[in-house]
């Protein structure tokens, strides 16, 4: 078979393949996380990948080879959006970061409130503070907590308030 004679039942199945999965393509690119501008880019993309693959009728699992390639394409479309990402990244600016990020007032500020969210964590009962402190500085999830620590979701909820509630009181950011 000449490249040509391929090329033109390449181009056949590739358009009998869009009809038949052209809908679940495009909903699968989109469930990917892909932009919806995109989509449609990226379904042109895969089909375009199809039509350049060697012989398509040889393909035994048509469908699988689709979407495995359609996964492919929404990698490649991933890692582009992360490069073009990396230049979004503001410059830094001396009058922009310097004077307030790394003024002596601001580092005194930060650690006097820093010690007294220590005295205020110091306060809470072990549990509480247990469970505030695996929640916030461990990023646990609540369902996670109570298996670590053997206690019921209920009670990781009703220990969180009681340790947020304190926590806000004591560094002046709720009311008595």
């Known amino acids: 078979m000449s490249r040509a004679e391929i090329s033109v039942e390449n181009s056949a199945a590739v358009a009998e393949l869009s009809r038949r999965f052209g809908v679940s393509l495009h909903r699968y690119l989109a469930r990917r996380g892909l932009r ?6 990226a379904a042109q993309d895969v089909f375009e ?24 394409v929404v990698i490649d479309y991933h890692r582009r959006a992360t490069v073009r990402r990396a230049g979004d990244q503001i410059e830094y600016d001396d009058d ?4 307030e990020a790394l003024s002596p007032e601001r580092v005194l500020l930060g650690r006097e409130e820093l010690d007294r969210l ?3 964590l110091r306060e809470l009962p072990e549990r509480v503070r247990a469970v505030i402190i695996l929640s916030r500085l461990e990023g646990f999830t609540h369902a996670e907590i109570a298996r670590h620590l053997d206690i019921s979701k209920s009670s990781v909820e009703k220990y969180m308030i009681k340790a947020t509630t304190h926590l806000m009181r004591r560094l002046g950011r709720a009311p008595r």
Request: proline share 5%; charged share 20%; hydrophobic share 40%.
């Open 36 to 41: 919806p501008d995109d989509v449609e880019d």
């Open 49 to 72: 990948k199809l039509a350049g693959a060697g012989e398509l009728s040889a393909v035994t699992q048509i469908e699988g080879y689709l979407f495995r390639t359609a996964s492919n």
């Open 96 to 99: 922009l970061h310097a004077p």
């Open 118 to 120: 220590t005295l205020a």
